[in-house]
């Protein structure tokens, strides 16, 4: 799904999708993104994947014990060290 958008404001877009979604963005760049997903379909659904991954991972975590491999497997799905531990998995 994301290997559609090529274009410079879709690489962008796709980039800041992470902080869009934490709400940690400048006024000036989510209004930004915000125009960028209302015209571009692909990236649109990278950001509704994107959302709903992040839902289910929330309530997931809220509602039962982690596995104790499952966030080694979001990071190789990834590619993102995201406990800081210097390894990505």
């Known amino acids: 799904m994301m290997d559609a ?7 962008a877009t796709l980039r800041e999708l992470d902080v869009f979604l934490d709400e940690e963005l400048s006024d000036d760049a989510r209004r930004s993104i915000t ?3 209302d015209d571009c379909p692909d990236c649109f659904g990278a950001f509704d994947f994107h959302a709903e991954l992040k ?5 997931k975590c809220r509602n039962e014990e982690m596995p104790a491999d499952l966030l080694a497997r979001i990071e190789r799905c990834f590619s993102t ?4 531990d210097g390894a990505i998995g």
């Open 5 to 11: 958008c090529d274009e410079p404001d879709c690489e």
């Open 35 to 37: 125009a960028h997903l």
């Open 55 to 59: 839902q289910v991972i929330r309530e």
């Open 81 to 84: 060290d995201f406990d800081g």
